[in-house]
């Protein structure tokens, strides 16, 4: 993976900012669970919240990887 898409998205996923949207994404799901959508939907939406999360490790293991030269 590009190196500045790498840590781009570290910076992005280590942010405050990152941090509120979760939260924000994560109580419109818990609303969303109440309504008549599609479990299929919700869990789509919290696979997308997870597999953003892994940004952080993906560059922390990369990272590790170089030896620390990320």
Do not use: H
């Amino acid at each position: 993976m590009d190196k500045d898409i790498l840590v781009g998205k570290f910076d992005l996923v280590d942010s405050p900012t990152y941090k509120q949207i979760k939260e924000f994404q994560l109580e419109n799901i818990l609303k969303l669970a109440n309504s008549d959508i599609e479990p299929l939907v919700l869990k789509g939406m919290l696979k997308v919240i997870a597999d953003t999360d892994k940004w952080k490790a993906e560059f922390l293991n990369e990272k590790k990887r170089l030896g620390g030269k990320t």
